[in-house]
């Protein structure tokens, strides 16, 4: 990917340059950024979604059907850059209706794409983050 930054390269304190994407995926604080476009679609939610975004990225958001809106487990709610991104559709907003602690800033990580260069940042429920699921590491253990 070109113009794609580490964390540790990206000035949080500025917005980022025309033409890039910036998420962050809290309560991590992990931060990524790539110029827009350019991500490859790593066949996991819709392409240029918060679920793809983070497959490519290696940080961790459940999905337990594979991306294709079946689930909740990729639920997480919209902090900020809502404006730039695709509007739910009705088979989102019929799953979300099962997810637990519906927000109004609720969307599924497969199905909310990025639709344009921005700042981005999402949080994934902490009763929503299964570690041990699909043998990823148990990163709430590290909190006790």
């Given at each position: 990917?070109?113009?794609?930054?580490?964390?540790?390269e990206i000035d949080l304190s500025k917005p980022p340059a025309p033409n890039m994407v910036r998420v962050t995926f809290q309560p991590e604080g992990r931060t990524v950024e790539f110029e827009f476009g350019t991500m490859p679609y790593d066949h996991h939610g819709q392409?240029?979604?918060?679920?793809?975004?983070?497959?490519?990225?290696?940080?961790?958001?459940?999905?337990?059907?594979?991306?294709?809106?079946?689930?909740?487990?990729?639920?997480?709610?919209?902090?900020?850059?809502?404006?730039?991104?695709?509007?739910?559709?009705?088979?989102?907003?019929?799953?979300?209706?099962?997810?637990?602690?519906?927000?109004?800033?609720?969307?599924?990580?497969?199905?909310?794409?990025?639709?344009?260069?921005?700042?981005?940042?999402?949080?994934?429920?902490?009763?929503?983050?299964?570690?041990?699921?699909?043998?990823?590491?148990?990163?709430?253990?590290?909190?006790?």
């Amino acid at each position: 990917m070109s113009d794609v930054k580490t964390e540790q390269e990206i000035d949080l304190s500025k917005p980022p340059a025309p033409n890039m994407v910036r998420v962050t995926f809290q309560p991590e604080g992990r931060t990524v950024e790539f110029e827009f476009g350019t991500m490859p679609y790593d066949h996991h939610g819709q392409p240029m979604s918060f679920l793809d975004v983070a497959e490519n990225y290696e940080i961790f958001l459940d999905h337990a059907c594979g991306g294709v809106c079946a689930c909740t487990t990729c639920h997480l709610w919209i902090k900020d850059g809502k404006e730039g991104l695709n509007e739910a559709d009705d088979d989102e907003l019929d799953r979300l209706d099962m997810a637990a602690d519906l927000q109004l800033n609720s969307r599924l990580g497969c199905q909310a794409v990025i639709t344009r260069p921005g700042s981005y940042v999402v949080e994934i429920p902490k009763w929503n983050r299964n570690y041990v699921s699909e043998g990823k590491p148990l990163a709430l253990a590290e909190e006790k």
